[in-house]
């Protein structure tokens, strides 16, 4: 399968290791004894839930490489076909996102000979592998800041900008913990990105599908061009993917995709009624028009993560839109990321409470969420025009308080039509749908079985419910004996 097949085809599955699973039916406090975890560390029994403090980064549930692989078979009957695993490096926290070398996996997490079985588990499944690479900063412990700290006209001081030596640094978000990497330094930048055996050369050895690069924006720019022009002369299989925390559109020189929050904070916007279907559609059309049509394909769509609260809480329970956000999720143009236990309804507020061990008891699991999922995921695998067709956007003309929009893909038969109805109202009203291939008395079917329309001129008769989610496809067989979309092979 090609780069460009697995992207636009991709359903996301994001794992924290720490907080997913234990594998060898070991405990944390098994893998203490062992001696996997440094001073810091704060053992946790998995069915706890982290606490805020001082001692949050250094809360571990006990996670591992092993019990990743142990749920692949879940993951996999799911319907997810993409792992993310976000940092694994060693570093004193779980998150990992403060490495002290980058060219190690935390004993914690497991060995090289392990990342290699993984990837070999994969494969097996047909499944991909994206890692996370967080160098816009490092532990204040690694030992190239240490060295820093120690001589101001070291070689290592010059990767990071000291205000005030050695007290005063520059830091990500001002947390000293976290120095920031100057990569106006030539040494720096041969480190971790040109040199033949930087951290980005020597993940890319390693092997993955995609490198997610946290920090796009404090990385910025013209680094970001940089390692996107470095890892596609290396390698143009590998997805370059960026977190951007805003509109992305002239980030897109710098990558394949990005984490999409420009996406995530529109619908969020939506559905807490601080902006209009039509003011909703109008970003994703933007989005898409500007970030271009491959692209937005190979962005991330997320309505949680480990960075935002789970989708549970963004909704404060409200059930009609949870399943609106998930509707959107999987028709809109992009990528479907599903953060470890959203698929059973998990909740919590912001970090540390979104990042919580996974529940395993099923008993606990929402199985309308679970089911929800598994059904989504499989239409979109039935839907082309969903995995990698065009986007029109249909709420701008409506201005009724209904999300609509048109994907059509290269068949003819190959369109749907997704209508969200935001308000508490009961709505009827016509929907002209500007699409080539919709002819007169085409029957259109609603996929969550809401009812039927025959298209007349290109246009819909539509009702819908208070908070209804619709998503209409073409029945073009329903008529025996004939269909508009017949199948020629003429050759002029």
């Known amino acids: 399968m090609s780069e460009k097949d697995w992207k636009k085809s991709a359903v ?3 794992i924290m290791a720490d907080r997913f699973f234990i594998g060898n039916g070991k405990t944390v406090e098994d893998k203490v004894k062992e001696g ?47 792992l993310y695993i976000t940092p694994f490096f060693d570093s004193p926290s779980y998150h990992k996102y403060d490495a002290l070398d980058f060219r190690s996996i935390d004993k914690a997490y497991g060995t090289f000979e392990l990342y290699g079985r993984l990837r070999e588990e994969l494969k097996k499944r047909g499944m991909h592998l994206i890692i996370d690479l967080a160098i816009n900063h490092l532990s204040d412990s690694h030992p190239l800041f240490v060295k820093a700290l120690e001589d101001e006209n070291s070689e290592e001081a010059k990767m990071f900008r000291f205000f005030d030596h050695p ?66 002369a290396k390698d143009p299989s590998v997805a370059v993917i960026g977190e951007v925390t805003n509109y992305a559109a002239d980030w897109m020189k710098c990558y394949d995709g990005i984490q999409d929050y420009f996406y995530t904070k529109s619908l969020f916007s939506l559905l807490d009624g601080k902006i209009t ?36 809480h963004s909704c404060k329970g409200d059930m009609t839109k949870y399943f609106q956000a998930l509707t959107l999720q999987f028709t809109l143009p992009g990528i479907p990321m599903i953060y470890y236990g959203e698929e059973i309804g998990m909740e919590g507020a912001w970090d540390p409470l979104n990042r919580a061990p996974m529940i395993w008891d099923e008993e606990k699991w929402n199985r309308q969420v679970y089911d929800f999922h598994k059904k989504m995921i499989a ?53 002209f749908v500007p699409s080539s291939h919709m002819y007169g008395e085409v029957k259109m079917c609603d996929y969550f079985g809401e009812g039927v329309a025959l298209s007349e001129d290109s246009c819909l008769y539509i009702s819908m419910r208070a908070g209804q989610c619709s998503v209409y496809v073409p029945d073009y067989l329903y008529k025996p004996n004939y ?3 017949k199948k020629r092979s003429l050759k002029l």
């Not at 082309?384 to 029109?392: A, H, I, R, V």
Request: charge should be negative; charged fraction near 25%; proline fraction near 4%.
């Open 12 to 14: 996301i599955y994001q």
């Open 36 to 82: 996997l975890y440094g001073e810091k560390a704060v053992p946790v029994s998995w069915n706890s839930l982290p606490e805020a403090g001082p001692e949050a980064p250094y809360q571990f549930f006990g996670g591992d490489f092993q019990g990743i692989i142990e749920k692949l078979d879940y993951i996999k009957d799911l319907g997810a076909d993409t």
């Open 167 to 232: 007290g005063e640094y520059e830091c990500w978000w001002g947390i000293k913990s976290m120095p920031e990497i100057n990569y106006d330094d030539r040494g720096a930048l041969e480190e971790f990105i040109t040199g033949e055996n930087s951290v980005v050369n020597f993940w890319m050895d390693k092997g993955a599908d995609a490198i997610r690069f946290d920090c796009g924006n404090d990385l910025g720019m013209e680094i970001c061009e940089l390692i996107y022009r470095q890892m596609k």
């Open 277 to 312: 279907s039509r003011q909703f559609g109008m970003n994703m059309k933007k989005r898409y028009e500007a970030y271009g049509h491959e692209k937005a394909l190979s962005s991330f769509l997320m309505v949680s993560s480990h960075d935002f609260p789970r989708l549970m």
């Open 379 to 431: 239409f979109r695998r039935t839907r082309p025009e969903l995995e990698g067709g065009s986007f029109e956007d249909l709420s701008e003309w409506l201005d009724n308080g209904v999300v609509a929009f048109l994907r059509v893909g290269e068949a003819p038969e190959d369109y749907s039509v997704t209508l969200i109805n935001t308000t508490d109202e009961d709505l009827y009203f016509d929907l």
């Open 483 to 485: 269909t508009y979309y």
